[in-house]
């Protein structure tokens, strides 16, 4: 089982630059992406789909659009048929910037979510900053109430990066959003609380450099690799102990965010 988390920085830029065609080769189960700065209107065919290269892992997609044009919007592609999909939170503010959306595939005696999902960035004024600290509080008990019904792996650009390890230059942006103590704390609580697995962190908890998902297009930041680990794929502890290995990719630049990808043994 493949998952593939990306966020595209707009998903036509990205089809531009040959995203579909590589995740087209990966032999990937699942795939989520955020950021994908689109409309339903927007997208052809050929955006919908992820046509397979070299197996039989074609991909539908589904999707969650920001009401505001050119802004947010995930989407989530699977080669297996889903027994439901739910769009948005329930909830109107963050509904309308497109920020969930959850695919499921129960079967008797087994309930699992597969879901992607975009956390707000607060780097732009205080004003976001609050709107994502209003995000934070209202998804922590969402996904606590998740946990005690099903088995889920939530994957996204979550905008923040948890440990000292997590970007280049840590001491410079303690204050800074995305790596502010308060963030870093919900973070910690979320994952001891619902209880949560952050995936590569458990596979890899010493990785430094390799461990980047995102650059600044500041300066030569992406050259430099001074990068952040904001992008992550959250599981329930069952499901996570199937991890057997994840990668960021970076052979080909398709965004300023890298796809993340993980490896598990076990199959919707």
């Excluded at 988390?5 to 699942?30: C, M, P, T, V, Y």
């Excluded at 910037?97 to 956390?119: A, C, Q, T, V």
């Excluded at 590569?200 to 430094?208: F, M, N, V």
């Amino acid at each position: 089982m493949r998952i593939v988390s990306a966020n595209l920085n707009g998903i036509r830029s990205a089809h531009s630059k040959g995203f579909f065609e590589w995740a087209g080769a990966q032999d990937i189960d699942a795939l989520g992406v955020q950021e994908i700065k689109a409309q339903a209107a927007d997208l052809t065919e050929e955006l919908k789909r992820i046509d397979a290269k070299s197996s039989a892992k074609s991909l539908s997609g589904a999707f969650h659009f920001a009401q505001k044009k050119g802004y947010s919007g995930v989407g989530l592609y699977t080669h297996t048929e889903p027994s439901e999909v739910i769009v948005g939170m329930g909830n109107e503010e963050f509904d309308f910037e497109g920020r969930w959306i959850e695919k499921r595939f129960d079967k008797p005696g087994r309930k699992l979510s597969i879901i992607s999902s975009y956390f707000p960035s607060g780097s732009s004024s205080d004003e976001r900053q609050s709107a994502k600290f209003r995000f934070l509080h209202l998804i922590a008990p969402r996904l606590s109430q998740l946990a005690k019904e099903r088995e889920f792996v939530l994957m996204g650009d979550i905008n923040i990066a948890h440990q000292n390890l997590d970007l280049k230059n840590w001491k410079a942006n303690v204050k800074n959003s995305g790596f502010t103590p308060e963030e870093r704390a919900w973070l910690t609580q979320t994952l001891s609380d619902t209880p949560l697995v952050d995936v590569y962190r458990h596979l890899y908890p010493e990785a430094g450099d390799t461990c980047y998902t995102w650059w600044s297009q500041r300066g030569q930041a992406y050259a430099k690799n001074v990068g952040w680990r904001i992008d992550y794929q959250l599981a329930t502890p069952n499901l996570a102990q199937g991890a057997r290995r994840a990668w960021v990719f970076k052979d080909q630049k398709f965004s300023d965010h890298a796809p993340l990808c993980v490896d598990y043994d076990w199959s919707i």
